[in-house]
Structure formats: structure tokens, C-alpha cells
């Protein structure tokens, strides 16, 4: 078994954080979008 | 005995004590849940969390059931009983289910891709923190003028905006409990797709975490739908629009197109990460592989694709053109597809298996028939005519409660009994589960088989009085309730004798076990890999 370093971890978690606030801004867009459906829909 | 934990054979955990130095451990008292960033106590404290409300929302059960044991209003005021339906609905799939399937989530995917934790602690923490606000906002709308939403957990409006002081609480809460789904969703699929330890591909982790993955999309996807709809009754009804105000031409019923659309997807949110793990008890208890991996992968990405086009099949009788009630009949029937894809992968696994009956194979097993009948009876219900007469009858009721009874809560107990001698590192008391288990799968069949006879019959649902003619069956109905709700006392019990008394348990803890948890000692170390384990460790683990 091969030790994970901490650089690697970080790398890791670096890129976790990045695709997290795409996912964010998905969903807060998708919060959006319904409000206008209906705004629209009128 | 079939399983093995007193049986030292495969423990492996000796491997893992020479990185013991770099595991910190825990900060004491307080700051170790309040500052909590490790996945396992987070993990904890939701399934703490969602075991508390879970008899919250059982006592809010109990006291219908008591006010529905005969006919005429005995204990309960009307408006009182509608806001136990209202609120136990709300408590039981925001404060028990969600939060039991992260809990769930967050001990057993980092373990089970080979990760240290989850990829983002300090979110994971504020997931979790939301939580105990959320639900005493909402809960505290029993005790302000007005009282707590009594029109339904669906919110419909006029009604909902007839609210008393309790209405914007509860939509705040809404609000918080939809952030802290959607922050530790998020958190799960990153976890999966970069924290995976070399080795561990897409298709060889275990299905429990495909089926997070696939709910955690779901969530992404569908919970902002909810906050858009609340916030809408929320201007309707503190600034003056009219988004569903048909007086002032919105349209009513383009709040329930928007409430179903995220409120089919959420049914499957409940379900998902339920056929995960029935899909990890199965194998395990019958010593066999899992039939059919892939097809089960697919099967589940099929249900959450499917799971969007069918919302329409919750309003049929609110009128909609033919080829609409075509399209959703049958977009409806074709989710039986997939699920008998895992029907069927199930019962083959334990084809000529080595079958053996622990407690969490018992709940395994009741999930499969009863959930099959929950099944069923939504496909009755995907029939139009046959709609018209059930809708908003107790064959309703009668269908979703054993989809999330006997299907999802069944299934968060088989994962806790499977897992529990994992997470403490020690043996739980197995006569008393399985005493459990029978009192459990006795009682839930008492309380929800004749509410599909008073459905059939024209009984209503969300009422607290009716005719004589419903008499008997409620009776036996509100029997098996109290039976049930009180034999659910014993699984904190088990779970508290077995963390204070229980004898030690190896590290595979069951004789047919596989997969990277169990390659862990039992209680696992408190950063579960920081070490890639072996490729040799992660082929013994897959499953196919």
C-alpha cells in the first residue's frame, strides 16, 4: 500500500472544490429557471 | 452461527496499525461534534439526528392513529389532526429518511472508495448544522398562532396561503433542509468522482455509492425546484403576487406541476440509496456475487431519468388533455422496467445461494416482497380510470407508506444491522434484532395492508372522522400502529447495548462480506485510508 502525501490530498480535494461550485451555481440556476417557467407561463 | 465475529480469519486491520501515528483522533467533549469534520462522526450525528425524528414523527403518527382507532372526533381537533398529517410527512422525509441516507452516506462512501474522508469536511459540517435549526423552525410552528401547516405536505395553494404565523417559518425551514440536501449532495459527488482511491473504477465500487451518486444528482437537480415553488407562495403571500393566485391570474395548478416535478424525483431520492444497500445485504447473505452489476447500474440511472417524466401521474384528476394522461400512464408503467430489472437481479443472487438469515438479511428480504407491493399498487394507481377512484382515498396512503416503511426504513435498519458491528466494533444483541425484525415486519403489514381496503372502499385521506362502514378496518389498522410504533423502541435500545456492551467484532464481521470497509479493522481507524490500499485489497473487495 502506498501512503497518500498531503500535496496529493489537496490536489484532490483543490479539484473537488472547483467542480462543488459548479454543482452550486447549477443548482442555484436551476432555482432560478423554475421561478422564471413560471414567470413566463403568465 | 453463519456470520463470524468472534472468527479472527480474514482481519487484515493489522496492516493499518503502522499509520496509526499520523491519526490525530478526535477533539473532546463538545468541539468534536460541534467543529466536526471527520466523516464518521458527522456520519453519526445524522443518523442520530434522523433516529430522534424519527419518533418525533412516529408520536405525530401515533396520535392519528389514536384519533383514527374509531369513528367520530375523540381526541384531537380537526385542524390540530391535519397539521400532524402535514408535519409528520415533513418530519419523516426531511428529518428521518434524507438525513438517515446521509448518514449513512457519509460513513460508508469514503470507506468504500478508499478515501480518507469526505472531499470537503468544513461543507460537510455546515450540511450537518443546518439540520437541528431547520427542524426547530419547523417544529416550532406547533406553538405560534394558527398552529403548524395543516394543508398537506405538498403545500398546495389557496390553501397553504391560508397559513397561520407558522407558514413562513415552515417554508424557511423548507428552505434550510433543501441547502443542507443540496450542499451534502454535492459533497457526495465530488467525493466519489475525485476522492476514489487508484484502482477503484466507476464500475467496480459498490452499488451503494452508485445509487448516491445518482440520488446526490438528483437532488442537485430537483431540490431548487422546491425552494423556487415555496418562494413563490412566500411573495404571494407577504408581496403581493400572484404567481398562484388565480384572482389575481396565476394558476393554482402550476404549483403542482412545479411541486411534482421535484416531488417524483424526491420519491426515488427516498428509494434509491435504499436498493444500494439491498444490493450490497443480498450478496453478502448469500455468498454469492451480485447478479447482474451492470444491469443494475443502468437499471438505477434508468429509474432517475425516468423519474422526471412521470410527475403529471400525481394530478389526474385535476384534468388534463388525453394524450397527457397517455404520456404519463405510460412513462409511469415503464419505470416498472428497471425496478424488475433489480427485482429479478435480487432474487437471482440468492438463487441457489448459501443463504443465510441474519437481521440484516431478514429486513433485506421483507423490503424485497413488501417493497414489491408498494410497487405494485403504484402501478394500479398509474392507471387513469382506476386513479380517478383512488386518488386522495387511503389506497394512496396504503401504497407510498409501504414504499417507505417496509422500502425505505426497512432498508436503513438492514444497513444499520449490517453495518453497526463495522462502525463500533462490536457484535449487537441477534436475538433481539431479530426479534425486531418479526415484531416490525408483523406490525407494519397489520397497519398498512387493511388501509388498502378502506381505500378501495372510498375512505379519504387527511380526515379525522369517518363513516361507520371503515370502522373495523381502522381499528386493526391503528392496532398494528401502536404495535409497531412501540417495537421500534427496541432498535435504539440494541444499537445503545450493543456501543456499551456489545463483544468485539472482527474486521469482515460477516462470513460472506466484500468490499474496502471490511478490509478496515472494526471500529474502522478514525481517517479511514491514508494509505491507497493494494490493488490485490480492492480486487478481493469487488463484487462481480
Same mark, same amino acid.
Given at each position: 500500500m502506498t501512503a497518500m502525501t498531503p500535496d496529493e490530498i489537496n490536489e484532490r480535494r483543490a479539484k473537488a472544490r472547483r467542480s462543488a461550485i459548479i454543482l452550486g451555481l447549477v443548482a442555484f440556476a436551476v432555482f432560478v429557471a423554475s421561478i422564471i417557467l413560471k414567470v413566463a407561463q403568465r | 452461527m453463519a456470520h463470524e465475529h468472534t472468527a479472527d480469519a480474514h482481519d487484515t486491520h493489522a496492516a493499518h496499525d503502522d499509520h496509526d501515528d499520523h491519526d490525530h483522533g478526535p477533539a473532546h467533549g463538545w468541539r468534536r461534534w460541534v467543529y466536526a469534520t471527520n466523516h464518521k462522526d458527522i456520519g453519526t450525528m445524522y443518523l442520530i439526528f434522523a433516529c430522534v425524528m424519527f419518533f418525533v414523527g412516529g408520536f405525530m403518527a401515533m396520535i392519528i392513529r389514536a384519533e383514527l382507532f374509531q369513528p367520530g372526533l375523540q381526541l384531537v381537533e380537526p385542524q390540530f389532526f391535519n397539521s400532524m398529517t402535514t408535519m409528520h410527512a415533513l418530519v419523516m422525509i426531511f428529518g428521518a429518511v434524507m438525513p438517515a441516507w446521509t448518514g449513512l452516506a457519509n460513513w460508508m462512501i469514503p470507506m468504500q472508495v478508499g478515501a480518507p474522508d469526505m472531499a470537503l469536511p468544513r461543507l460537510n459540517n455546515f450540511s450537518?448544522?443546518?439540520?437541528?435549526?431547520?427542524?426547530?423552525?419547523?417544529?416550532?410552528?406547533?406553538f405560534v398562532p394558527g398552529g403548524s401547516p395543516a394543508g398537506g405536505w405538498t403545500l398546495y395553494p389557496p390553501l397553504s396561503l391560508q397559513g397561520g404565523s407558522g407558514f413562513p417559518m415552515a417554508i424557511f425551514a423548507i428552505h434550510l433542509m433543501g441547502a443542507s440536501s443540496i450542499l451534502g449532495s454535492i459533497n457526495v459527488v465530488v467525493t466519489i468522482m475525485n476522492m476514489r482511491a487508484p484502482g477503484v473504477g466507476l464500475l467496480n465500487m459498490p452499488l451503494f455509492c452508485w445509487s448516491w451518486l445518482i440520488t446526490a444528482y438528483l437532488l442537485i437537480a430537483t431540490m431548487p425546484v422546491l425552494a423556487g415553488a415555496v418562494t413563490m407562495l412566500l411573495t404571494d403571500h407577504f408581496f403581493a403576487t400572484s404567481f398562484f393566485s388565480a384572482s389575481g391570474g396565476g394558476d393554482p395548478v402550476m404549483f403542482q406541476h412545479i411541486f411534482w416535478f421535484f416531488g417524483h424525483p424526491e420519491v426515488y431520492i427516498l428509494i434509491l440509496p435504499a436498493?444500494? %444497500?439491498?444490493?450490497? %445485504?443480498? =450478496?453478502?447473505?448469500s455468498r454469492k456475487p451480485l447478479f447482474g452489476y451492470d444491469a443494475m447500474v443502468?437499471?438505477?440511472?434508468?429509474?432517475?431519468?425516468?423519474?422526471?417524466?412521470?410527475?403529471?401521474?400525481? @394530478?389526474?384528476?385535476?384534468?388534463m388533455p388525453l394524450a397527457g394522461q397517455l404520456f404519463f400512464t405510460l412513462s409511469t408503467m415503464l419505470i416498472s422496467i428497471p425496478t424488475g430489472?433489480?427485482?429479478?437481479?435480487?432474487?437471482?443472487?440468492?438463487?441457489?445461494?448459501? !443463504?443465510?438469515?441474519?437481521? =440484516?438479511?431478514?429486513?433485506? !428480504?421483507?423490503?424485497?416482497? !413488501?417493497?414489491?407491493?408498494?410497487?405494485?399498487?403504484?402501478? $394500479?394507481? /398509474? %392507471?387513469? =380510470? /382506476?386513479?380517478? &377512484?383512488?386518488?386522495?382515498?387511503?389506497?394512496?396512503?396504503? #401504497?407510498? #407508506?409501504?414504499?417507505?416503511?417496509? +422500502?425505505?426504513?426497512?432498508? %436503513? @435498519?438492514?444497513?444499520?444491522?449490517?453495518?453497526? =458491528?463495522?462502525?463500533? +466494533?462490536? $457484535?449487537?444483541? @441477534?436475538?433481539? /434484532?431479530?426479534?425486531?425484525?418479526?415484531?416490525?415486519?408483523?406490525?407494519?403489514?397489520?397497519?398498512?395492508?387493511? &388501509?388498502?381496503?378502506?381505500?378501495? /372502499?372510498?375512505?379519504p385521506r387527511r380526515i379525522p372522522d369517518y363513516s361507520v &362502514? *371503515?370502522?373495523?378496518?381502522?381499528?386493526?389498522?391503528?392496532? +398494528?400502529? *401502536?404495535?409497531?410504533?412501540?417495537? &421500534?423502541l427496541l432498535f435504539p435500545w440494541i444499537i445503545w447495548k450493543c456501543v456499551k456492551s456489545g463483544s468485539p467484532a472482527t474486521s469482515h464481521v460477516w462470513e460472506g462480506s466484500h468490499g474496502l470497509e471490511w478490509e478496515l479493522s472494526s471500529p474502522p481507524p478514525y481517517h479511514s485510508w491514508t494509505e491507497h490500499p493494494s490493488r490485490e485489497i480492492i480486487a478481493r473487495g469487488v463484487q462481480h
Amino acid at each position: 500500500m502506498t501512503a497518500m502525501t498531503p500535496d496529493e490530498i489537496n490536489e484532490r480535494r483543490a479539484k473537488a472544490r472547483r467542480s462543488a461550485i459548479i454543482l452550486g451555481l447549477v443548482a442555484f440556476a436551476v432555482f432560478v429557471a423554475s421561478i422564471i417557467l413560471k414567470v413566463a407561463q403568465r | 452461527m453463519a456470520h463470524e465475529h468472534t472468527a479472527d480469519a480474514h482481519d487484515t486491520h493489522a496492516a493499518h496499525d503502522d499509520h496509526d501515528d499520523h491519526d490525530h483522533g478526535p477533539a473532546h467533549g463538545w468541539r468534536r461534534w460541534v467543529y466536526a469534520t471527520n466523516h464518521k462522526d458527522i456520519g453519526t450525528m445524522y443518523l442520530i439526528f434522523a433516529c430522534v425524528m424519527f419518533f418525533v414523527g412516529g408520536f405525530m403518527a401515533m396520535i392519528i392513529r389514536a384519533e383514527l382507532f374509531q369513528p367520530g372526533l375523540q381526541l384531537v381537533e380537526p385542524q390540530f389532526f391535519n397539521s400532524m398529517t402535514t408535519m409528520h410527512a415533513l418530519v419523516m422525509i426531511f428529518g428521518a429518511v434524507m438525513p438517515a441516507w446521509t448518514g449513512l452516506a457519509n460513513w460508508m462512501i469514503p470507506m468504500q472508495v478508499g478515501a480518507p474522508d469526505m472531499a470537503l469536511p468544513r461543507l460537510n459540517n455546515f450540511s450537518f448544522w443546518i439540520l437541528p435549526f431547520a427542524f426547530t423552525l419547523l417544529l416550532s410552528t406547533l406553538f405560534v398562532p394558527g398552529g403548524s401547516p395543516a394543508g398537506g405536505w405538498t403545500l398546495y395553494p389557496p390553501l397553504s396561503l391560508q397559513g397561520g404565523s407558522g407558514f413562513p417559518m415552515a417554508i424557511f425551514a423548507i428552505h434550510l433542509m433543501g441547502a443542507s440536501s443540496i450542499l451534502g449532495s454535492i459533497n457526495v459527488v465530488v467525493t466519489i468522482m475525485n476522492m476514489r482511491a487508484p484502482g477503484v473504477g466507476l464500475l467496480n465500487m459498490p452499488l451503494f455509492c452508485w445509487s448516491w451518486l445518482i440520488t446526490a444528482y438528483l437532488l442537485i437537480a430537483t431540490m431548487p425546484v422546491l425552494a423556487g415553488a415555496v418562494t413563490m407562495l412566500l411573495t404571494d403571500h407577504f408581496f403581493a403576487t400572484s404567481f398562484f393566485s388565480a384572482s389575481g391570474g396565476g394558476d393554482p395548478v402550476m404549483f403542482q406541476h412545479i411541486f411534482w416535478f421535484f416531488g417524483h424525483p424526491e420519491v426515488y431520492i427516498l428509494i434509491l440509496p435504499a436498493f444500494g %444497500i439491498i444490493s450490497e %445485504i443480498v =450478496p453478502t447473505f448469500s455468498r454469492k456475487p451480485l447478479f447482474g452489476y451492470d444491469a443494475m447500474v443502468y437499471a438505477t440511472a434508468a429509474i432517475a431519468f425516468l423519474s422526471f417524466i412521470v410527475w403529471a401521474h400525481h @394530478m389526474f384528476t385535476v384534468g388534463m388533455p388525453l394524450a397527457g394522461q397517455l404520456f404519463f400512464t405510460l412513462s409511469t408503467m415503464l419505470i416498472s422496467i428497471p425496478t424488475g430489472v433489480k427485482v429479478f437481479n435480487w432474487t437471482a443472487t440468492m438463487w441457489k445461494g448459501s !443463504l443465510s438469515f441474519e437481521p =440484516p438479511m431478514l429486513f433485506a !428480504l421483507a423490503f424485497l416482497f !413488501l417493497f414489491t407491493i408498494g410497487g405494485f399498487s403504484g402501478l $394500479m394507481l /398509474a %392507471i387513469v =380510470p /382506476a386513479d380517478f &377512484q383512488y386518488h386522495d382515498t387511503y389506497f394512496v396512503v396504503a #401504497h407510498f #407508506h409501504y414504499v417507505l416503511v417496509p +422500502g425505505a426504513v426497512f432498508a %436503513i @435498519m438492514a444497513g444499520t444491522y449490517y453495518w453497526l =458491528p463495522k462502525w463500533s +466494533g462490536k $457484535m449487537y444483541d @441477534m436475538k433481539l /434484532a431479530t426479534w425486531h425484525f418479526w415484531l416490525s415486519a408483523i406490525f407494519v403489514n397489520v397497519l398498512f395492508f387493511p &388501509q388498502h381496503f378502506l381505500g378501495l /372502499a372510498g375512505m379519504p385521506r387527511r380526515i379525522p372522522d369517518y363513516s361507520v &362502514q *371503515f370502522a373495523d378496518w381502522n381499528m386493526v389498522s391503528s392496532i +398494528g400502529a *401502536f404495535g409497531f410504533g412501540l417495537s &421500534q423502541l427496541l432498535f435504539p435500545w440494541i444499537i445503545w447495548k450493543c456501543v456499551k456492551s456489545g463483544s468485539p467484532a472482527t474486521s469482515h464481521v460477516w462470513e460472506g462480506s466484500h468490499g474496502l470497509e471490511w478490509e478496515l479493522s472494526s471500529p474502522p481507524p478514525y481517517h479511514s485510508w491514508t494509505e491507497h490500499p493494494s490493488r490485490e485489497i480492492i480486487a478481493r473487495g469487488v463484487q462481480h
